[in-house]
């Protein structure tokens, strides 16, 4: 008897702590939102908040899963997305200004209030915000473009480079061979090619866009990259430095009117019979021309050598300047250089004369009259020369006021 009432209080104790666990499980269940969790990592739940006006754009329709609000708001860019009232899909952005979205919204007190999957139709500014993660790594190196069809007949890209684990090799097969776009899809299939149709449109988008695109890609679903260029550095052709002329620049050689196809009209207008192999040449060809005294000379196609004048109507960079310009010239690009004016001109608003003392004087003015007498030259004209010359080398040291 004493048994059967101690396993009786025992049962009850039991019944009762079991009942208790069940209450608290059962609390602790209706708390829980009920999430869904993407395998993909293309979003993660960041928690029940009061809707404010981070989130600013609902979409029209209400949609049934987790996924498919997923789909639009990512398709339209936007940061974070969520849901509430049973199927209401809102998007929001961040706008870069702060790392957890957690930080824009105020958190409810009570999980309870998101509990459906799909927002609780009876909590209207309940809603349940995921944060929209990147399907690329953020990279200086390339421009994310979206995710578009892929076709058997039609690929948006035309090469197949391999298949890959990540973003970051795909592009790093791809950059080597030069290429505009790399893109994956089928869950690591790389795919590479060029932007080639210009006038605005991209190549990758013919077949439309797509939805729904893992990280790494869908079966036909091309998740698309834009590689980035390096600026082009300024172009510096190269020259000679010289004491006797100055490098002017490169400049296009013949008229680029496509109707004056039978005329070549170059940057500077004399062109010598010899080739040439270094500006030096070119220069001394241009200095020592007795048919004219050009001041500018030009070097054309690695061998060819121009002369012509800064004076002429029609200058050198009427066609404008060029690149690329090889030392002696390319093909239809003139290496342009100026003469420079060697001559020192003097000039001065009086003149000066040497003044001579009078006793130097007259030790000069006999020695003139001996020509008549001290010459042995049958001309007249080399005696005087000759007597001049030995004059001027007597007052080489006599004061001079200047």
């Given at each position: 008897?004493?048994?059967?009432?101690?396993?009786?209080?025992?049962?009850?104790?039991?019944?009762?702590?079991?009942?208790?666990?069940?209450?608290?499980?059962?609390?602790?269940?209706?708390?829980?939102?009920?999430?869904?969790?993407?395998?993909?990592?293309?979003?993660?739940?960041?928690?029940?908040?009061?809707?404010?006006?981070?989130?600013?754009?609902?979409?029209?329709?209400?949609?049934?899963?987790?996924?498919?609000?997923?789909?639009?708001?990512f398709a339209e860019q936007y940061d974070f997305f969520g849901l509430r009232n049973n199927g209401e899909c809102w998007g929001g952005n961040n706008n870069g200004n702060v790392s957890d979205i957690k930080t824009l919204f105020t958190t409810q007190p009570d999980a309870a209030k998101c509990i459906n999957m799909l927002g609780n139709p009876n909590e209207n500014d309940a809603i349940k915000i995921y944060n929209i993660n990147s399907p690329i790594p953020k990279n200086s190196?390339?421009?994310?473009?979206?995710?578009?069809?892929?076709?058997?007949?039609?690929?948006?890209?035309?090469?197949?480079?391999?298949?890959?684990?990540?973003?970051?090799?795909?592009?790093?097969?791809?950059?080597?061979?030069?290429?505009?776009?790399?893109?994956?899809?089928?869950?690591?299939?790389?795919?590479?090619?060029?932007?080639?149709?210009?006038?605005?449109?991209?190549?990758?988008?013919?077949?439309?866009?797509?939805?729904?695109?893992?990280?790494?890609?869908?079966?036909?679903?091309?998740?698309?990259?834009?590689?980035?260029?390096?600026?082009?550095?300024?172009?510096?052709?190269?020259?000679?430095?010289?004491?006797?002329?100055?490098?002017?620049?490169?400049?296009?050689?013949?008229?680029?009117?496509?109707?004056?196809?039978?005329?070549?009209?170059?940057?500077?207008?004399?062109?010598?019979?010899?080739?040439?192999?270094?500006?030096?040449?070119?220069?001394?060809?241009?200095?020592?021309?007795?048919?004219?005294?050009?001041?500018?000379?030009?070097?054309?196609?690695?061998?060819?050598?121009?002369?012509?004048?800064?004076?002429?109507?029609?200058?050198?960079?009427?066609?404008?300047?060029?690149?690329?310009?090889?030392?002696?010239?390319?093909?239809?690009?003139?290496?342009?250089?100026?003469?420079?004016?060697?001559?020192?001109?003097?000039?001065?608003?009086?003149?000066?004369?040497?003044?001579?003392?009078?006793?130097?004087?007259?030790?000069?003015?006999?020695?003139?009259?001996?020509?008549?007498?001290?010459?042995?030259?049958?001309?007249?004209?080399?005696?005087?020369?000759?007597?001049?010359?030995?004059?001027?080398?007597?007052?080489?040291?006599?004061?001079?006021?200047?």
């Open positions: 008897m004493f048994d059967t009432q101690i396993n009786a209080r025992y049962f009850v104790i039991y019944i009762k702590t079991y009942s208790t666990i069940l209450a608290l499980r059962a609390d602790l269940i209706v708390k829980l939102p009920d999430i869904e969790i993407d395998k993909n990592m293309r979003y993660e739940y960041s928690g029940c908040f009061t809707k404010n006006k981070n989130l600013n754009h609902q979409f029209s329709n209400n949609y049934g899963s987790v996924n498919e609000c997923y789909d639009v708001a190196n390339f421009d994310y473009r979206g995710c578009y069809n892929d076709k058997t007949d039609k690929r948006v890209l035309s090469d197949f480079i391999g298949n890959v684990n990540n973003t970051i090799d795909c592009y790093n097969t791809t950059k080597i061979n030069d290429y505009d776009l790399f893109g994956l899809q089928n869950g690591g299939e790389c795919w590479a090619g060029k932007n080639t149709l210009g006038g605005g449109t991209v190549k990758y988008s013919e077949n439309g866009g797509a939805t729904k695109c893992d990280i790494l890609g869908n079966n036909l679903k091309m998740q698309t990259y834009q590689i980035k260029k390096p600026p082009t550095p300024a172009q510096t052709n190269p020259f000679v430095t010289s004491p006797n002329y100055d490098y002017k620049g490169c400049y296009a050689d013949q008229d680029p009117n496509p109707n004056d196809t039978n005329i070549i009209n170059h940057a500077l207008s004399k062109r010598y019979d010899k080739d040439i192999s270094s500006v030096d040449q070119c220069y001394e060809l241009t200095k020592n021309d007795d048919t004219n005294s050009y001041d500018l000379f030009g070097l054309v196609n690695g061998s060819e050598c121009y002369a012509g004048s800064s004076t002429d109507t029609s200058p050198y960079s009427k066609y404008g300047s060029a690149v690329e310009c090889e030392l002696l010239g390319s093909p239809f690009k003139a290496q342009i250089y100026k003469i420079k004016n060697t001559e020192t001109v003097t000039s001065s608003p009086f003149t000066t004369q040497p003044y001579i003392e009078e006793d130097d004087e007259a030790s000069i003015e006999p020695q003139l009259g001996e020509l008549e007498t001290d010459i042995g030259y049958d001309d007249l004209g080399n005696a005087i020369k000759k007597k001049l010359d030995q004059i001027e080398t007597q007052i080489t040291g006599i004061s001079v006021i200047k």
